[in-house]
């Protein structure tokens, strides 16, 4: 069964609201990667903050005022018409939701918990519930009254992307007539300490499959769709999940999870790898997932595929990623792309020789494919999680 992505609301470095992200997205705007102004291990971090003021939570409960709620009730207020209209069509308990995080509100949890430690006692502001993983769905079904399915995905960077899958088959399986699915992730001291202790964090701008990439940058984002059966411009078309489990965070060299993720997406779409018009790379720019992805692309993808990471546009936005880049596709597929320019690859143009070949996006390049239009995104996770979504014109 077809899920149609009937409306986009997001929100990253790259800007607030579809028009914004998308001019900068396909002029490959990195000016939102900027110094982090605290010292992070000794470097100065470039990181994908969202700089836009954000709405209030002033009319929240305490459980729910944190800055990762406030990046997706950004994103939210977008769609507000569109999520109105199809819960007063299908009802409260016909509309579900289904998020994606891997901080959810850390950040404000370990501020309350460094308080204690120094104060000996918590701040009023503190509460246990902001670092619980559900808290992203939960504010969304409380604040909007839904009584629908509600559940939070913590896969680490595939979690939203997952989430979109999920979304998908409460609509298959007839238990929701509408789904509010995506992911959000905000900036936070553990993210970034983390990826810094595990040597993976780069002090420049990301320079995903270049022979000169040092690691990743990280960012902040919240991406939300609003997802039923009702035909729309753009479809889920398919998608494909695997586990390889080789390490905990090493992906497995050979590229089999990926490989069969990308397999599996486009099995369950029925188009074949030729008639894939643009693939949104996972991309980090970490010296394993690059060299991973670029054997597993090749394999899947033999002839060649146009294709680009977006992390240096944004950074890593973790749990958020997944949503975002399946976003980015959505807007290539939009009218906000009447030019049916592609996402530029950002890079310093210096091939690593021991990598196969990729077909990495020039500026300006232009869609070629006739007909239906097909883009691909892929998301790699901790633990050898892997999703690949396949998105769409509608048949």
């Known amino acids: 069964m077809t899920a149609y992505l009937n409306a986009l609301g997001l929100i990253c470095a790259l800007g607030r609201g579809k028009a914004e992200v998308a001019r900068r997205l396909l002029a490959g705007d990195s000016s939102g990667m900027q110094p982090h102004p605290q010292m992070i291990a000794g470097r100065r971090l470039p990181v994908g903050a969202a700089t836009v003021e954000l709405p209030s939570l002033a009319d929240a409960p305490l459980q729910h005022a944190t800055r990762n709620n406030q990046l997706l009730l950004a994103a939210l207020d ?62 969304i079904s409380e604040r909007l009254q839904l009584s629908g399915p509600s559940y939070a995905i913590s896969t680490a960077c595939t979690s939203s992307a997952r989430a979109l899958l999920s979304a998908k088959r409460l609509l298959d399986a007839g238990v929701c007539d509408a789904v509010i699915c995506g992911g959000v992730d905000s900036l936070c001291d553990l993210t970034l300490r983390g990826f810094s202790s595990l040597e993976a964090t780069s002090a420049h701008v990301c320079n995903p499959f270049s022979v000169n990439r040092d690691g990743i940058n990280i960012g902040e984002a919240a991406a939300v769709f609003l997802m039923t059966r009702e035909r729309a411009p753009i479809a889920l078309l398919g998608g494909g999940a695997s586990s390889d489990a080789h390490h905990i965070s090493a992906p497995d060299p050979q590229g089999l999870g990926a490989i069969e993720s990308m397999g599996k997406a486009l099995g369950s779409a029925a188009v074949l790898a030729e008639q894939i018009s643009y693939l949104n790379l996972h991309g980090t720019a970490t010296r394993h997932n690059d060299a991973m992805e670029s054997l597993a692309v090749a394999s899947v993808f033999p002839a060649g595929v146009p294709c680009s990471s977006t992390k240096p546009l944004t950074g890593h936005t973790l749990g958020a990623a ?65 999703i690949s979504l396949i998105l769409g014109d509608a048949p």
């Open 78 to 139: 977008e769609i507000a018409c569109e999520v109105d209209e199809a819960i007063s069509r299908f009802g409260p308990s016909r509309v579900g939701v289904v998020m994606g995080t891997s901080t959810s509100g850390i950040q404000e949890a370990t501020q309350g918990i460094a308080r204690l430690v120094r104060d000996g006692q918590l701040p009023s502001s503190y509460h246990y519930t902001h670092q619980e993983l559900c808290a992203p769905a939960s504010f």
């Open 322 to 386: 997944g949503a975002l880049e399946a976003a980015f596709c959505w807007l290539t597929l939009s009218d906000h792309n009447p030019a049916q320019q592609l996402p530029p690859h950002r890079w310093d143009g210096e091939q690593d020789a021991d990598l196969p070949w990729l077909s990495l996006v020039a500026p300006g390049t232009q869609a070629t494919a006739a007909g239906q239009r097909r883009t691909m995104s892929n998301s790699f996770a901790f633990g050898g999680n892997n």
